[in-house]
């Protein structure tokens, strides 16, 4: 494939995006340095924002280099479904009455766990709430997942950095690879799930049970690496807030469901969104603070990728087809932490006459290396923007993401391609 001046000049502002990415933790260190200018540098310094910038540059360069309807007509060909899908989910999973409902869930999961309280609150929620992403799709696992973690706890003081690290690269990996027990949870099974016939049961035994396996071993080790911490930790304070009336929870539960229903229906989703927040500022006494901040961010982040995205398949596509089975599996991993694993398996999608082993190899690589980074997955940069407040300097630092994420996604890798 021959590129063009314009398939060139995206692909480099795509790597200035990257290494923009693993470098926002010295825009902070600016900010602190130039008062003056501290409010660019903190925009800078936003994960979330690095994507949705650079998208903005690239089209401004395709407005100067290829001009103003070819541009246009690029960004109207692109689909910005999830992006949206997410902001909707996360505002909708983030509610009191989901948050309660899935408190007593992993409660529930909790007392059959033997280990004390805390040990087994902190198993069940990297355990049960990632296996519910195949139910409730992987950005509302990773919303719930993210907010019961930061609340519960990683808001303790004198908590170890490597505590705090691990906790999110087991979170990442788990929401990455506990999303496949279905074929419409996860981003990358989604786009190939309709073209290839793969349904319930296919995942189910070729994907499900070894990632379930998966799973569970990250959510055991880090319980017993991080022990003593776990058992330090005081018990959380009885609530004294008003129990939330079953019929808003139940009000709720049907509307988180429906915007998962319509998830490749964005006039449905939003205007389900749109109810959801009247309801909620008419029941705001038990809806609790809406996170459409942090939705907005996550929506800008995704956006910037598609954007960023759509123009890398003249050099990804024929990478990943020279590939033999077994090379893709793990050139998939390792290409999922700077490209998002939807794309990769959405460009496998497109060949036709790939091999069953092909196929597997290809989706069971992009989801292993999910958790690598906060562009590997969709939701990562939902729980990223919900967690980074328990991080020094409200940052989460991408280079400590990626090595806390390594040896869960060694676990992942031998699950899924061993096993």
């Not at 090595?403 to 096993?419: D, E, K, Q, S, Y």
């Amino acid at each position: 494939m021959n590129p063009t001046t314009i398939d060139v000049v995206a692909a480099v502002i795509f790597g200035i995006a990257l290494i923009h990415t693993f470098s926002t933790k010295y825009f902070e260190h600016l900010a602190h340095q130039h008062p003056a200018h501290e409010g660019i540098f903190h925009l800078l310094g936003e994960v979330e924002v690095v994507f949705g910038f650079w998208a903005m540059v690239l089209i401004m360069t395709m407005f100067a280099l290829v001009g103003k309807d070819a541009a246009v007509e690029y960004i109207d060909g692109r689909n910005f479904t999830e992006p949206m899908f997410v902001f909707a989910i996360m505002i909708v999973a983030g509610s009191r009455p989901i948050l309660d409902l899935a408190s007593m869930m992993v409660s529930g999961v909790s007392k059959i766990v033997p280990l004390p309280s805390g040990p087994a609150t902190f198993f069940s929620i990297l355990f049960f709430v990632p296996l519910l992403g195949s139910f409730i799709t992987e950005p509302a696992a990773m919303t719930l997942g993210a907010l019961m973690l930061r609340d519960r706890f990683l808001h303790h003081e004198n908590l170890s950095k490597r505590f705090k690290y691990a906790t999110v690269g087991v979170l990442f990996v788990n929401i990455s690879i506990g999303g496949v027990l279905t074929p419409f949870a996860a981003p990358p099974v989604l786009m190939v799930a309709s073209k290839w016939n793969w349904d319930i049961m296919f995942m189910l035994t070729h994907f499900g049970w070894k990632a379930a396996i998966a799973v569970v071993t990250n959510a055991t080790l880090i319980c017993l690496v991080f022990a003593k911490e776990l058992r330090a930790m005081p018990a959380p304070p009885v609530s004294k807030r008003e129990a939330v009336p079953v019929q808003i929870m139940a009000v709720n539960v049907a509307i988180l469901f429906g915007v998962v229903f319509f998830a490749h229906h964005p006039a449905l989703f939003l205007g389900l969104l749109l109810f959801f927040m009247g309801f909620a500022t008419a029941y705001q006494h038990y809806q609790g603070r809406l996170i459409v901040r942090e939705g907005l961010l996550v929506a800008f982040f995704l956006a910037g990728l598609v954007v960023l995205g759509g123009q890398q398949q003249w050099w990804l596509q024929p990478l990943l087809l020279n590939m033999s089975p077994d090379a893709v599996y793990f050139g998939a991993t390792a290409l999922t932490a700077i490209t998002d694993n939807a794309a990769l398996t959405y460009l496998g999608s497109l060949v036709e006459g790939l091999s069953d082993q092909f196929k597997y190899m290809l989706v069971a690589g992009a989801v292993t290396g999910g958790g690598l980074t906060v562009i590997a997955n969709a939701p990562n940069p939902a729980g990223f923007s919900i967690l980074k407040v328990r991080f020094e300097d409200e940052a989460i630092s991408p280079l400590g993401l990626l090595f806390a994420a390594i040896p869960p996604t060694l676990v992942a890798i031998v699950a899924l391609r061993f096993l």
